[in-house]
């Protein structure tokens, strides 16, 4: 008789062990970018060409161990962990409210806090963004399942327990007593389990378009067939023929009719939203039936398409909802009180939240300015705002400055963003079922670009000959090597049953340093070759478009053009980076899930903890527009990515398909996202250049107070956070 095997299982201790140390690394990486910092002689941070984390690792292995369990420490051997035990969170800053050095001291209220905004949300709906300025109303005015605190550890949100019947693949969850509020902060209803069931059927409504619609679909029971019913009914209904001839037809029944284009046929039958795996059993209970044994699912609670929504108003108000503050109701720490678009942004104490008691500010508001990085500072200088960016362009003069250096702090570290650059693989204008692509503007020669993005030799000469020193040096002018990355998901992001580090995983651990001129120039020279017999025409234009609202974008982008062309154009006109200036609003609409780019830095935050989550960006699953990000797939569909590069593509796209199929085997599932993860790099389908750098601040904020995790929303919460009476340095 065959074994079976066992399910794949990741203990909830593993889990807050793992949350933790990763608090804990970003700690270190917080004091380290700051200064130089050894332990037992690994050096973790410190500026210009020093080693890397991942180098210490390397260098001693013997001294980077992940447990928090008693005998051994992270990074070694007891100074490190005793620092972060004893000083607790509020000790780690220290006050700028030197005598004389602060012109914005005096009486200051805590119990507000107020900063500016430059670029406009699209939307305030949590259940259908996926951008990180939209989601700040979901993550401060919804509360979770579960939640997180200051040192990454989950803990009860909105559930009070949770329990887990392997058997029936369920979650059980029983909620406490919470009331939602309207924008004026009176008690409209009870928060029931009913209201996360609404929500959940709402993400799955494709009329609503959800951007998290996959973080649904590939865990919860029925929900794919659910939500693939209802987008093949509009289809009928709509009159849509796909690329390929597939169409579409349903009848009085309901009954969806997908017919090949070879005339095969398949039914649908019409589904109601009982088969999906979401049950509210009674008020205060609620369960989730998963598809699987899925590891990273309770992590995945605390991301927007799994928060609770007043189902009569989403009801009522349909793609209107969350489109103002009076259409949108709150259970968290803050409601929304406020919304005017180009003008402000406010969010009030919610008094009637269980947790009431450790919300410390009663007013948030965010001034829309779209000067805001030129005019924040010197707000900042008056006292009139709480919190400023202060950029690299004059972060010495306020550090040499006796009236404002004390005031100069540096961010938490963000350990779950990183940052890549993407191709874009299908340059032209393309209608998918449900978004529309206008593609690159003949300006920039996307005939030209596709033949080039179609030849590895031309992807690997930018995977080579790219410096990312040079272009984190712009906003980490201290300590920029160790946020440089040569893969795309982070260090201590996760770990497999043996404590492996991902990145020790499979082929990613055979992934070191690409930057070589040498090689660059060898992968140029083949590239001018081949490209110059499939009829290119050089130099090749390379549309690189940035947010003028994101502060040092521009010039991250002039250094990048100066550096890569230098080694490119040496000795021929190989490429022409053509900087453009995107909208200040609305960017990722307008110019990434547009494709009105060539190349472009991009970034993804994981939304819970299974390297499957960092896979988003770059796979697309048939006939599907994915996440927006550089279509790779559809340029093999629509057949202008041939040859070696279709066969990359359709390779990685197959690994990651079955990589999710392992769900008894946490090593195994690991390894296949591992060397699935190398693939797309080692063939230039992605370069990766490193985590988010914190960025330097003018803040009344301690963020070490807040919520912590390495996947999802939690960092964005306020909850926790006190604002004090100065600036910290």
């Not at 990273?296 to 989403?314: K, T």
């Not at 940052?419 to 020669?445: L, R």
């Not at 590239?527 to 090749?540: D, R």
């Not at 041939?642 to 066969?647: H, K, N």
Request: proline content about 4%.
């Amino acid at each position: 008789e065959k074994k079976k095997k066992a399910p794949l299982r990741f203990p909830v201790k593993r889990a807050a062990e793992l949350a933790a140390c990763v608090a804990l690394c970003g700690v270190c990486l917080y004091g380290a970018a700051l200064s130089k910092s050894s332990w037992n002689g690994v050096t973790l941070f410190s500026g210009g060409s020093a080693s890397s984390t991942a180098a210490a690792y390397d260098a001693a292995p013997e001294l980077a161990t992940y447990s928090l369990d008693g005998g051994a420490d992270t990074y070694g051997t007891g100074s490190a962990k005793h620092a972060v035990r004893s000083a607790g969170s509020a000790d780690l800053l220290t006050s700028g409210n030197v005598e004389g050095e602060n012109a914005a001291s005096g009486t200051v209220d805590t119990s507000k806090y107020t900063i500016l905004y430059s670029s406009q949300p699209a939307t305030l709906n949590y259940l259908t963004t996926a951008t990180d300025l939209e989601m700040v109303v979901g993550a401060n005015c919804v509360d979770t399942l579960v939640e997180y605190d200051n040192k990454g550890v989950m803990r009860e949100g909105l559930a009070t327990s949770w329990d887990w019947d392997a058997d029936t693949l369920t979650w059980t969850f029983h909620l406490r007593e919470e009331n939602w509020v309207d924008n004026n902060g009176e008690v409209v209803a009870p928060v029931t389990a009913q209201d996360f069931v609404d929500a959940l059927k709402y993400v799955l409504t494709p009329d609503y378009a959800s951007s998290n619609v996959g973080l649904v679909t590939a865990y919860i029971a029925g929900a794919d067939d659910y939500y693939n019913y209802y987008v093949y009914l509009n289809n009928a209904n709509t009159g849509v023929v796909d690329d390929d001839g597939t169409t579409y037809t349903a009848d009085a029944s309901g009954l969806v009719t997908v017919t090949a284009p070879d005339g095969t046929a398949s039914t649908y039958e019409p589904l109601d939203f009982d088969t999906v795996g979401v049950t509210a059993v009674d008020d205060h209970t609620l369960t989730y039936t998963l598809t699987y044994d899925f590891p990273g699912f309770l992590s995945l609670l605390c991301y927007l398409p799994y928060e609770p929504a007043y189902g009569p108003l989403l009801s009522e108000m349909g793609d209107q909802y969350a489109t103002s503050a009076e259409t949108l109701y709150s259970c968290g720490a803050f409601y929304l009180s406020d919304y005017e678009s180009l003008e402000t942004w406010i969010m009030k104490k919610n008094p009637e939240n269980y947790d009431a008691d450790n919300v410390f500010i009663d007013t948030i508001s965010r001034i829309y300015n779209a000067e805001a990085s030129v005019n924040g500072p010197e707000m900042i200088k008056r006292g009139e705002i709480d919190e400023a960016t202060i950029g690299p362009d004059i972060l010495d003069s306020w550090l040499s400055d006796d009236t404002t250096r004390s005031m100069v702090s540096m961010d938490r570290p963000n350990t779950n963003y990183t940052y890549f650059y993407m191709f874009n693989f299908m340059p032209f204008a393309h209608e998918f079922s449900n978004w529309n692509v206008e593609g690159v503007d003949a300006e920039y020669e996307p005939e030209n670009w596709a033949k080039a993005i179609n030849n590895t030799n031309f992807r690997k000469a930018f995977l080579y000959g790219i410096n990312n020193a040079v272009t984190l040096a712009v906003s980490a002018p201290e300590g920029y090597d160790g946020y440089k990355l040569n893969t795309i998901t982070p260090p201590s992001f996760c770990a497999n049953a043996d404590g492996v580090d991902y990145l020790k995983c499979g082929d990613l651990a055979n992934i070191t340093e690409f930057f070589d001129e040498a090689k660059a120039k060898e992968f140029r020279d083949a590239a001018i070759e081949e490209l110059t017999a499939a009829g290119a025409t050089f130099p090749i234009k390379v549309q690189l478009p940035y947010n003028p609202s994101s502060a040092d974008w521009d010039k991250q982008c002039q250094v990048f053009k100066q550096q890569l062309e230098g080694v490119l154009n040496d000795g021929t006109d190989f490429i022409d980076i053509i900087i453009t200036a995107g909208p200040s609003d609305s960017f990722l609409s307008a110019v990434r899930r547009n494709g009105k780019f060539e190349f472009l830095l991009c970034n993804w935050g994981a939304d819970y903890s299974d390297p499957e989550t960092e896979t988003d960006p770059f796979y697309q699953a048939a006939d599907s527009r994915g996440m927006r990000y550089a279509y790779l797939r559809t340029g093999v569909e629509d057949g202008f990515i041939t040859g070696e590069t279709a066969d990359a593509v359709m390779a990685y796209m197959n690994a990651i398909e079955a990589a999710k199929q392992i769900t008894d085997d946490i090593d195994a599932r690991y390894k296949a996202f591992a060397d699935a993860e190398a693939l797309l790099i080692n063939n230039a389908l992605v370069i990766p250049r490193g985590m988010s750098v914190p960025a330097y601040l003018a803040t009344r904020l301690n963020y070490w107070e807040g919520q912590y995790a390495s996947t999802g929303f939690s960092n964005k919460r306020l909850k926790g956070i006190h604002v004090l009476d100065h600036y910290i340095s």
